[in-house]
């Protein structure tokens, strides 16, 4: 079994809030690692799946059933079924912390991260905590190398399938069930496969500069409506939207976000690429390992770092620029190569933001001095440093 560090994560935050939503896609293991947490929970868990009308049947009276549970930790997956279960979840956290239980009551399993904020925060005000829960990264990967976890992507059951081809297979019943069950659950009104053509083309697009008109005329639909569709994805957490940096820096500053397909593996799935022979000949190649360094990265920051892109109308641009504290921190250019070489252009971003930190993440383990004043990297070494901060 993969030992995932969100475990640690969550075992905190349940002994600091009442109730924790622990949010991620499908099959990226909520499940598992709840079911792990609650072998231990010293008062015990109750475990209900509300997919399964037996378990939601025990909630007709939820009231009553949930109260019956005494001290115990109540695990409900896919909470996004039953949301009117949070004015209940409300009252029992209210009489439960009047009886000197501050914390530990519920834990929340959901797939769909706004709608699930909205109503929890809106209900459980002051009550809640809230955690994300990625694939697997690249610490957590200590069983083969990354260039399999950047083919196949962090998807348990498709990073640890028993060949290539069996994991491209995983990965496209993944994205066929997601386009038939939850587009239609969290979007009834939104053509599922128009979505599915708009995710493939993300993924022949990965790391560019969204152009919502280009993608619209592609798609048939309007701005607006491929703005809907992006939202979706969003919230799904399967597409991620880097934002510009919009700081005051005196610089005519490119405003147009990023976007990149979040998991490495699923891009590859979307183009059909199923070896790392097929990968390295293709286009998004290089598109793909900054995406993929992207997201590992981001997994292994601490939250009060914000993650940028940052590009001027005169040439000047940061692949990957931290914010913390309020300023720009650190600068990340990400090269699929070996020998790594720097443009102009990063460096005059980093002096535009005034950025000492430099790093440039490539495939090699060995750090190195650049020319501009960055550092050579691997991205194992970055992420434990990241960690470390």
Known sequence: MIHRQTLFDLSERLHEAPAVV????????????????????????????????????????ADAFLRAQGNKLVILDEIHRMPGLFEVLRGIIDE?????????????????????????SETLAGRVAYLEMGPIHALEWTEGSLDALWLRGGFPDSLLAANDA??????????????????????PRLPAETVGRLWTMLAHQQGALLQQSRLASGLGVSNPAVNRYIDLLVDLQLVRRLRPWSG?????????????????GLVHGLLGLGNLHDLVGHPVCGLSYEGFCIDNLL????????????RTQSGAEIDLLLERGGEPWMAIEIKRSTAPTLSKGFDMACTDLNIQQRFVVYPGTER??????????????????????
């Open 96 to 120: 439960r912390r009047r009886a000197g239980e501050r914390f530990g009551h519920f834990l929340l399993l959901g797939s769909a991260s706004l709608d699930l904020i909205q109503q929890s």
């Open 368 to 389: 190195f001095s650049m020319r501009y004043g960055a550092q050579a990297i691997g991205l194992l070494e970055l992420m434990q440093l990241l960690q470390r901060e």
């Open 299 to 310: 997994a292994a920051a601490s939250p009060v770092c914000k993650p940028y892109t940052y």
């Open 166 to 187: 069996a994991s491209l297979r995983w990965r496209e019943n993944f994205v066929r069930s997601y386009l038939e069950r939850d587009v239609p659950m969290f979007a």
């Open 22 to 61: 622990l949010l991620g896609p499908r099959q990226v293991g909520k499940t598992t690692l709840a079911l792990e947490l609650a072998k231990n929970w010293p008062a015990g868990a109750t475990y209900l799946d509300l997919e399964r009308p037996a378990d939601r049947l025990r909630l007709e009276d």
């Open 248 to 264: 005051n820096v005196g610089k005519r500053l490119v405003k147009t976000p990023k976007v990149y397909v979040r998991d490495s």
